[in-house]
């Protein structure tokens, strides 16, 4: 096993000492980025870019050969499990991601099974081995997958939603059958985490997209309790390294005490909390990650350094602090902004540390 | 001045005893009714019926005319402020709201002004006559605006959005810009409003419907200092009786000490907050308006019950609730299940009163 040469990142998620503060951007290997969008062009769609392994390792390694960022992550879907318990992702263009059979009777419920990884989602593994393979112990790879209930939310609605009508009519018609397709996702993505650790992921993170999107108790009952699940069931190392984890649900700044109460290390922030204040309430047992406004990358030169040594102050002196967006970067950004983040990031963090 | 014989809405909201929780439902004159669709087929158009107080009168009374409802809500857009300023409201056919004219140059902003309400927006305050001349003095009538911020997110858009690019852009960059916007905003609002209370609304509430897609410190600086502003401004009594006011940030659960600061009477909150949780944090200065996910409504009798009592037992006995939605009901709703909310919320609150 070789060292990291920049291992701040992980430090920063098991909240020890470092020089200064680590920056990665949600979804950094993107569309924003030209060189992404000319592959994706050779690749013909987005699904063959995501399934297929030197593809999905070109991509991972773009934004690093323009920024300083401190870490990668794998380029994939977050709809992989579901596709590979046999519902048929597909895009269609210009609509978001969708499934051919979406889970909309008792027996398509029954009938779901937790998929082997090696067998079912291979690309994906093997991706993760390529990956690593090519970083040279640079920096390290963070694997991820959506949760239990935002897996669900797209294998039920058969789509994206805007008002969840359908997850959310069996939610409060029939809990029983929501419980059902949420224990086998637990353990898909358990499965599914553990074979990205174990193919060379050096950190996981786990997106509740939409569990911000339930009321508090049905938050509590059908999204957090199944994060919990997760989180207790993913490796915690792998050839004697630490493997810390993230949990991120969007919208979630109501439930930042249970979701660092999950087990995880770190807890994802979206823009909307003051990171100050989710210090005071969480940060004794948890890393942060977050949190600036995407929105602030559409700025200037200026405005970037202002806001991002913003959120820096906000957080404040010590450990535990992993600098992201609050939410995936937009793919109307310029690209040299990232770069100005990125540097701002490193340099007005230093007095911090 | 003749006497309300249904008053307990206005009691609630001043946090004064009642016989039983006060309901009505956000946009509860609309497309789950059949009655609605045949009035606006006849209107010919959403604004053909919005823009005329005859058919306004008779949308907003039919939800009335179903379920023992304790309020009536001023049929109107969220938008005919904007529309008033000159930016040229219409709707592109399954599109939502557009502007013709949206602000998009400096010299737009810097040419807007305060419409009067009297002049520019008759249709709206002939609108409340009528409907205060229909109702009999049955329930209270609810007057309503948009607020300063969410006004600005479709003047500056032109229409909605998923990721408000062009607002935060101006945000980030131009704070001057959309200060000047918001100000004049929030003038036209507290005209807008206090002309609905002269002509006869008992009560007002004004929507921050995308306050929530801010920072914590945008939301501060750019939603929240506005709603203070027209809290301030508004009548808080007319012809010797008192006009209690609600603000309903969406998404503002991080802020409820804040929006409850602004001198308001009453906060509305959306289903993700816990209403227990937002009684200790705000009970004892406002009272609180909610909270029910409208997706409880797609279920059955007996699931609508119990999420209706779980809510009424969440904020516990004694004053200053009134029942509603989390967020304006869905087009999707059988009309029946409304009915037996409603039903239920005053059966089952009585213990509680």
Known sequence: MQMLKNDILIRALL???????????????????????????RAGSFLGL???????????????????????ILFS????????????LYFAEGEGPKFERPLRDEAAIRALRVPEPRESLGYVIDAVRQIRSALGNSVPLIGFSGSPYTLACY???????????????????????LHQVLDINARAVIAYLNAQIEAGAQAVMVFDTWGGALSDAAYRE?????????????????????????????????????????????????????????????????????NLDPAVLFSDRATIRAEAGKVLRNF????????????????????EHVGILVDAVHELSRPYH
């Not at 005071?280 to 942060?288: C, D, E, N, T």
């Not at 967006?325 to 690209?335: A, D, K, M, W, Y």
Request: charged letters at 20%.
């Open 77 to 88: 879907d977050i709809l992989t499990v579901p596709d590979a318990m046999g519902l048929g």
């Open 50 to 72: 995501a399934k297929n392994p030197d593809f999905a390792t070109e991509v991972t390694l773009q934004p690093l050969a323009r920024f300083g960022l401190d870490a990668a």
């Open 222 to 290: 059908f999204s957090l309790e199944y994060l919990r699940r997760v989180i207790g069931g993913l490796h915690r190392e792998w050839n004697g390294e630490p493997v810390p984890n993230i949990v991120f649900t969007k919208g979630g700044g109501l439930w930042l005490e249970d979701i660092a109460a999950t087990g995880c290390d770190a807890v994802g922030l979206d823009w909307t909390v003051n990171i100050g204040t989710a210090r005071r309430r969480i940060g004794s047992r948890v890393a942060l990650q977050g």
């Open 155 to 177: 294998m039920i609605e058969g789509g994206g939603s805007d008002d969840f009508r359908t997850i959310k009519s069996m939610l409060y018609a029939r809990p029983d059958l």
């Open 15 to 41: 909240r020890q000492p470092v020089p200064h503060t680590p920056v990665w951007i949600m979804r950094q290997a993107g569309r924003y980025l030209p060189e992404y969008n000319a592959t994706r062009k």
């Open 316 to 335: 404040g002196s010590g450990n535990g602090h992993v600098f992201n967006l609050g939410h995936g970067i937009s793919q109307f950004t310029p690209p």
